[in-house]
């Protein structure tokens, strides 16, 4: 399809283990964002990439979340030695030039991981 | 930094009546403001954005909101709610300069009463 396309769309996992979540962004857009989705926290900023450059980290919580982008396409967020507080729903959005152009994230409907 | 705060967590209208969301934000400048929309088992969809200009912007759905730089608000409206805007409303606030990405609000989920 032509929308940003997010795997796996569930994902449960036992605490301590590793999980890869992917994102397939729409063709073109050179922004691309990782957000997090918990119960009544609102969507939380975890990463932005411009290309395959990460200008700003600042929003992942701690050093077991990790990213990368390849190809200025398709990006992975890794959880290493997943925790029950990392259970969230991960929420990816491309965009065309990013805020600062036209605006516009296009989401993906996300990714819900549960840490047994 | 910037902030966003909605401050309703839940509102409840009846069917053809109007809706009011409301939206605070704080920042320095002025911002770019967002209204999306997540509607059950869906992503989140962009009702309209504000980056400057008319302060009454129009969106899709029959959405509008308007900006107050003076109560720094952004709040969403529309004058007749149907069943299908039942969904968790979010307001964002774009810094427009140095870093990029939204900052959003904690949402506001939206009921529709028969």
């Known amino acids: 399809g032509a929308g940003v396309s997010q795997s796996p769309s569930n994902k449960v996992t036992e605490k301590g283990k590793d999980v890869e979540l992917r994102c397939d962004p729409i063709s073109g857009h050179t922004a691309l964002y990782w957000y997090r989705q918990s119960l009544g926290q609102g969507l939380e900023f975890l990463i932005y990439?411009?290309?395959?450059?990460?200008?700003?980290k600042s929003g992942l919580p701690s050093d077991r979340f990790s990213a990368e982008r390849t190809g200025g396409s398709v990006s992975t967020l890794t959880i290493q030695r997943t925790q029950q507080e990392d259970s969230a729903v991960y929420l990816c959005a491309s965009s065309l030039v990013g805020v600062r152009g036209t605006g516009e994230l296009f989401f993906g409907e996300g990714s819900r991981l549960t840490v047994l | 930094a910037q902030s966003v705060t909605q401050p309703d967590i839940h509102i409840t209208v009846s069917e053809g009546a109007s809706l009011e969301l409301r939206c605070n934000y704080s920042?320095?400048?002025?911002?770019?403001l967002f209204w999306y929309v997540q509607s059950p088992g869906q992503g989140l969809q962009l009702l309209l954005k504000?980056?400057?200009?008319?302060?009454l912007v129009q969106g899709i759905k029959g959405f509008e909101a308007e900006f107050k730089r003076s109560q720094s608000s952004f709040n969403l409206r529309k004058p007749s709610v149907h069943w299908s805007d039942a969904a968790e409303y979010f307001c964002a606030v774009g810094e427009g300069g140095g870093a990029d990405g939204l900052t959003f609000g904690k949402g506001t989920h939206l009921i529709i009463q028969p």
């Open positions: 990439f411009q290309g395959n450059s990460a200008p700003d």
């Open positions: 504000y980056f400057s200009g008319d302060t």
């Open positions: 920042y320095g400048a002025t911002p770019y």
